[in-house]
């Protein structure tokens, strides 16, 4: 497919059970953004990856988090020990950067994690 | 610290008529902003953006946003709304070196038949 692609899109889990979400974004895109969506708020940044690095995790809420994209192209957003107030939405977007600093980025369906 | 403020909950417009979604936004520097739309079950979809220029930008869909600097507004607006437009709006604002996106709460635009 052309847009970004998560999975999977609906996640329920036992609070205390680890967690893993995929994104794959669009072929070639430089730029990987994981956000986090709570019920009725806007999206909320949590991490950002150049190609493989991991620019900036400054938006992650604990240790708890943790994502990497090893190849600079699927990622993967980690949960361990998951609780409540993990359920949330999970979106994912990637963006290209070749033509200018400030390019949109491309949103994938999101993932919808929630917490038992 | 940077931030994007959207006033209201819910827009109700009847079709054929002109909306505004209104967004304000307070950031360090120049601003670079995004209007993005989420419909039910699907990720969000870039509308427009401004980055420099015209304060006048134009959209998808017949959209268009309005940049203004003294007021730190950047409303979106269209002259003639669809029901099809029904949908939940986002404002976002790019902000530090990563170019990460401020998003605002949304504005749920409802457009009755």
């Known amino acids: 497919g052309a847009g970004v692609s998560q999975s999977p899109r609906y996640k329920v889990a036992k609070r205390g059970q680890d967690v893993a979400l995929r994104c794959d974004p669009i072929s070639g895109h430089v730029s990987l953004f994981w956000y986090q969506q709570a019920l009725g708020q806007g999206p909320e940044f949590l991490t950002y990856f150049q190609n493989e690095a991991q620019l900036d995790k400054s938006g992650l809420p604990s240790d708890r988090f943790f994502a990497e994209r090893p190849e600079g192209s699927v990622s993967t957003l980690k949960i361990q020990r998951t609780q409540q107030e993990d359920s949330a939405v999970y979106l994912c977007?990637?963006?290209?950067?070749?033509?200018?600093?400030?390019?949109?980025?491309?949103f994938g369906p999101g993932t919808r994690l929630t917490v038992l | 610290a940077q931030s994007v403020a959207q006033p209201e909950d819910q827009v109700n417009v009847a079709e054929g008529n002109p909306l505004t979604v209104k967004c304000t936004y307070s950031?360090?520097?120049?601003?670079?902003l995004f209007w993005y739309v989420q419909y039910p079950n699907r990720g969000l979809q870039f509308l427009l953006k401004?980055?420099?220029?015209?304060?006048l930008v134009k959209g998808s869909y017949g959209f268009e946003a309005e940049f203004n600097k003294s007021q730190t507004s950047f409303h979106l607006k269209k002259p003639s709304a669809l029901v099809s437009d029904s949908a939940l709006y986002f404002c976002a604002a790019a902000g530090g070196a990563t170019n990460k996106l401020i998003f605002g709460t949304g504005t749920l635009l409802a457009v009755q038949p």
């Open positions: 977007a990637s963006s290209s950067r070749t033509s200018g600093f400030y390019n949109e980025q491309f």
């Open positions: 401004y980055i420099t220029g015209d304060n």
């Open positions: 950031v360090s520097g120049n601003p670079y």
